[in-house]
């Protein structure tokens, strides 16, 4: 088949692009798409649709398409990759003009933490942290040996506590390890918070309001705990001298292209001046920082923690009360 001009342009997507003909064979596709796939171009070509789009009422849909000629679009599909992983896609088909379809496969973030890639922001972070956090934790092991008093050497505990978890964060992220996924109880994360708060040097109050009869959530803790901790040293930073925790139950969430029936939500309420308004829509993107200091890292991380835990981070601001709010979806037996 001759290359197409709008087939090299498509070759340099980054979106999944297929040509389909009218037996849903697949006659071409983009790098990006056999990438998605775990297949080389070669191999996938002329294979049927149904070998990695199997479900009969999404391929019902894709002769819908063709016979109607018609765009069609198809919500959170279930694909079958040609290295035995399974992942969710947005797919549009549309006519080609050839009696064939053109096929867009845009994929979704994962619902499985075990299963989730990690993008560049992550492998960014980890790469950045390691070295500062080995000279931390030396300085740290130096000073609890040195100081006397078992509350300064507390502190120094907690200064390697925390290091050697960022550490093994960044190590999994690095090396492409799965999330260490169990059972999670929200609260406890947020009283270590709050316990890591208050040896600031400068910590701000903090008033608690959480709901005890909220389930536990299954996640990865020390993720978790360094979203929370994003979004309260960030409004410290800001400028906040209060914080409020706050979990809630809440239902029929929407994080993606998914409807969440139930989640717990945690709010990080802040009195600080609030989140600027040219900031706004680009304030969970990467080198977005509101301060001259900032890296403009730690919003982005923590909104990819979240969606890798098939939850959101949202934000509302206005001067005096900022809140950041983490969705997490609750086990079905608990919605």
């Not at 979704?108 to 390691?130: D, I, N, Q, W």
Request: proline share 5%; aromatic share 4%.
């Amino acid at each position: 088949m001759n290359v197409q001009p709008w087939q090299a342009w498509a070759e340099q997507l980054a979106t999944g692009v297929a040509l389909v003909d009218s037996d849903l064979r697949v006659r071409w596709l983009n790098s990006a798409l056999a990438e998605l796939l775990g297949s080389g171009m070669r191999r996938a070509t002329g294979q049927p649709l149904a070998l990695w789009l199997g479900a009969p009422d999404d391929l019902a849909q894709v002769r819908r398409a063709l016979d109607e000629a018609r765009f069609v679009q198809l919500r959170e599909v279930a694909l079958s990759t040609f290295d035995e992983r399974t992942l969710q896609a947005d797919l549009g088909l549309q006519p080609d003009g050839a009696g064939g379809l053109l096929l867009e496969v845009h994929a979704l973030a994962p619902h499985s933490l075990a299963a989730s890639p990690l993008s560049a922001t992550l492998r960014g972070f980890a790469h950045e942290v390691k070295n500062p956090l080995a000279g931390l934790r030396g300085a740290a092991q130096l000073l609890q040996r040195r100081v006397e008093g078992a509350e300064l050497q507390a502190l120094a505990g907690l200064i390697i506590d925390e290091a050697d978890r960022l550490a093994a964060l960044a190590n999994r992220l690095l090396h492409h390890d799965a999330a260490q996924v169990g059972m999670v109880n929200i609260h406890q994360l947020l009283d270590r918070l709050a316990e890591l708060l208050q040896a600031e040097p400068a910590p701000p109050r903090l008033q608690q309001d959480f709901d005890p009869s909220l389930p536990d959530v299954r996640g990865d803790a020390g993720r978790l705990q360094q979203v929370l901790l994003n979004l309260a040293r960030n409004a410290v930073e800001a400028g906040a001298r209060t914080l409020t925790l706050r979990t809630r139950a809440e239902h029929g969430v929407r994080a993606g292209a998914r409807m969440l029936r139930g989640v717990l939500r945690v709010d990080v309420v802040d009195d600080g001046p609030g989140v600027p308004a040219e900031l706004r829509d680009t304030l969970f993107e990467p080198l977005v920082s509101g301060r001259v200091e900032g890296t403009g890292l730690g919003l982005a991380l923590s909104r990819e923690i979240a969606l890798e835990h098939g939850g959101e981070l949202r934000c509302a601001s206005r001067p005096g009360e900022t809140v950041f709010s983490l969705y997490l979806p609750l086990e079905r037996g608990h919605e």
